[in-house]
C-alpha cells in the first residue's frame, strides 16, 4: 500500500475496530466507540483523500518512535502533563473561546473552551491564532457568531477524518461473519484487510487522469466498483460442490440412454427379480405391469428405483 500511493503532508493516525465477541488475548473493550468490542488496528491515512497507507494490528502496549511532528488531543491523566493542565476547573477558562497555553520545550499545550474543555499537545503548532463559528444564542435566538479558536484545534479538526472517511466507507458494504471462535478472529481480520485494499483501489481509481467525474460528483460509486470488481474477480468461476455421490454418467446420458419407467400393459415376470433368483440372492420372483418401453423388459415396484443403473 506503500508504494502505490504517495500520502500528502497531512496524514491522520486513528484506530479501526474489527467487530469480535469471541473470547482472545487481542479482544480490546472500546465504550465510546461505536463497536465497542473487537480487535483494534492502528492505521495512518491520507487527510485528504482517506487512502490508508499502513496499518498495525494492537498487541500490546509497545515504545513508540520518538521525534515525529503531531497534533492531537490528549486526556488530562495523562502522566508527563503539568499540574495546571490537569485541573478539571482550569482557572480563566469560562465561556466559549477562552483558552490557556502550557509552552514546554519543543511541545505546545493548549486548553481552550468549547461546549466542553478541549485539550490538545503539539509539536507543530506555536500560539497561532484563528476562528471558528459557533451557534450562540442572544435573547432567545440562535445566531452564528466567530469565536477565537486556536491553530492547534483547527487543524486537527480539519485533517484527523482520514482514517474515520476510510471506515466509513468500508463499513457500507463489509463483510461481517457472526462468529465467537477463537480461530475464526484470524478470517476476521484477513477480511477486513481485504476491504481495505478494496477501499484503497478505489480511491486510486478516482484519482486516476484517465477517471471521468461528472459535476462534482464521481462517475462511478463505490458500490459499482464493487460489484464491477467483484465480477471481474469470479469472472465466470462457478464453485465444485463435493456434497453427496458424484453421478456415475452425465445429466443427458442418464436421461436418455438407461430404462426409463413406465406402464407396458401386459403382466410378465420381473426381470431383476428372474436375475437375482437365477443368481440365488432371492427365492421368489414377481410379475408386473411396469417396464421399459424401448427394450421391453419388465420391473416390479421394489426394482423401479432401480433401473436407471440397468444397461
Same mark, same amino acid.
Given at each position: 500500500?506503500?508504494?502505490?500511493?504517495?500520502?500528502?503532508?497531512?496524514?491522520?493516525?486513528?484506530?479501526?475496530?474489527?467487530?469480535?465477541?469471541?473470547?482472545?488475548?487481542?479482544?480490546?473493550?472500546?465504550?465510546?466507540?461505536?463497536?465497542? @468490542?473487537?480487535?483494534?488496528?492502528?492505521?495512518?491515512?491520507? +487527510?485528504?483523500?482517506?487512502?490508508?497507507? &499502513?496499518?498495525?494490528?494492537?498487541?500490546?502496549?509497545?515504545?513508540?518512535?520518538?521525534?515525529?511532528?503531531?497534533?492531537?488531543? $490528549?486526556?488530562?491523566?495523562?502522566?508527563?502533563?503539568?499540574?495546571?493542565?490537569?485541573?478539571?476547573?482550569?482557572?480563566?477558562?469560562?465561556?466559549?473561546?477562552?483558552?490557556?497555553?502550557?509552552?514546554?520545550?519543543?511541545? +505546545?499545550?493548549? %486548553?481552550?473552551?468549547?461546549?466542553?474543555?478541549?485539550?490538545?499537545?503539539?509539536?507543530?503548532?506555536?500560539?497561532?491564532? +484563528?476562528? $471558528?463559528?459557533?451557534?450562540?444564542?442572544?435573547?432567545?435566538?440562535?445566531?452564528?457568531?466567530?469565536?477565537?479558536?486556536?491553530?492547534?484545534?483547527?487543524?486537527?479538526?480539519?485533517?484527523?477524518?482520514?482514517?474515520?472517511?476510510?471506515?466509513? &466507507?468500508?463499513?457500507?458494504?463489509?463483510?461481517?461473519?457472526?462468529?465467537?471462535?477463537?480461530?475464526?478472529?484470524?478470517?476476521?481480520?484477513?477480511?477486513?484487510? *481485504?476491504?481495505? %485494499?478494496?477501499?484503497?483501489?478505489?480511491?486510486?481509481?478516482?484519482? @486516476?487522469?484517465?477517471?471521468?467525474?461528472?459535476?462534482?460528483?464521481?462517475?462511478?460509486?463505490?458500490?459499482?466498483?464493487?460489484?464491477?470488481?467483484?465480477? @471481474?474477480?469470479?469472472?465466470?468461476?462457478?464453485?465444485?460442490?463435493?456434497?453427496?455421490?458424484?453421478?456415475?454418467?452425465?445429466?443427458?446420458?442418464?436421461?436418455?440412454?438407461?430404462?426409463?419407467?413406465?406402464?407396458?400393459?401386459?403382466?410378465?415376470?420381473?426381470?431383476?427379480?428372474?436375475?437375482? $433368483?437365477?443368481?440365488?440372492?432371492?427365492?421368489?420372483?414377481?410379475?408386473?405391469?411396469?417396464?421399459?418401453?424401448?427394450?421391453?423388459?419388465?420391473?416390479? *415396484?421394489?426394482?423401479? +428405483?432401480?433401473? %436407471? *443403473?440397468?444397461?
Amino acid at each position: 500500500m506503500k508504494r502505490e500511493f504517495v500520502p500528502s503532508r497531512q496524514v491522520s493516525i486513528d484506530e479501526c475496530m474489527i467487530p469480535f465477541k469471541g473470547r482472545v488475548k487481542l479482544k480490546q473493550y472500546m465504550p465510546a466507540k461505536p463497536t465497542k @468490542s473487537g480487535i483494534k488496528i492502528w492505521a495512518l491515512a491520507d +487527510s485528504n483523500t482517506g487512502y490508508i497507507c &499502513y496499518t498495525d494490528v494492537y498487541t500490546g502496549k509497545t515504545d513508540r518512535p520518538q521525534g515525529q511532528l503531531a497534533c492531537g488531543t $490528549v486526556r488530562k491523566n495523562r502522566s508527563g502533563l503539568p499540574a495546571d493542565f490537569m485541573l478539571k476547573r482550569p482557572v480563566g477558562i469560562n465561556t466559549w473561546g477562552d483558552m490557556q497555553f502550557f509552552p514546554r520545550k519543543a511541545i +505546545s499545550g493548549v %486548553l481552550w473552551k468549547d461546549k466542553k474543555i478541549v485539550s490538545a499537545i503539539s509539536t507543530i503548532h506555536d500560539h497561532s491564532m +484563528s476562528e $471558528v463559528q459557533r451557534l450562540v444564542q442572544v435573547d432567545g435566538q440562535f445566531n452564528k457568531a466567530d469565536i477565537p479558536c486556536p491553530k492547534i484545534i483547527v487543524d486537527y479538526t480539519k485533517y484527523i477524518g482520514g482514517v474515520d472517511r476510510a471506515d466509513q &466507507y468500508i463499513q457500507y458494504y463489509c463483510f461481517n461473519h457472526k462468529t465467537q471462535k477463537w480461530y475464526n478472529m484470524y478470517k476476521r481480520v484477513s477480511f477486513k484487510f *481485504l476491504e481495505i %485494499l478494496k477501499y484503497n483501489a478505489y480511491r486510486l481509481f478516482l484519482l @486516476s487522469p484517465n477517471h471521468q467525474t461528472v459535476g462534482n460528483s464521481p462517475a462511478m460509486t463505490f458500490l459499482t466498483f464493487s460489484r464491477q470488481m467483484t465480477s @471481474s474477480l469470479i469472472d465466470g468461476y462457478v464453485g465444485i460442490s463435493n456434497k453427496g455421490r458424484q453421478a456415475a454418467a452425465p445429466v443427458q446420458s442418464r436421461l436418455t440412454e438407461r430404462h426409463m419407467p413406465n406402464v407396458v400393459g401386459n403382466k410378465s415376470w420381473c426381470h431383476v427379480c428372474r436375475a437375482k $433368483v437365477a443368481a440365488g440372492r432371492q427365492e421368489k420372483r414377481r410379475q408386473t405391469i411396469y417396464g421399459c418401453n424401448e427394450c421391453g423388459k419388465h420391473f416390479c *415396484l421394489p426394482h423401479k +428405483s432401480k433401473i %436407471l *443403473l440397468i444397461t
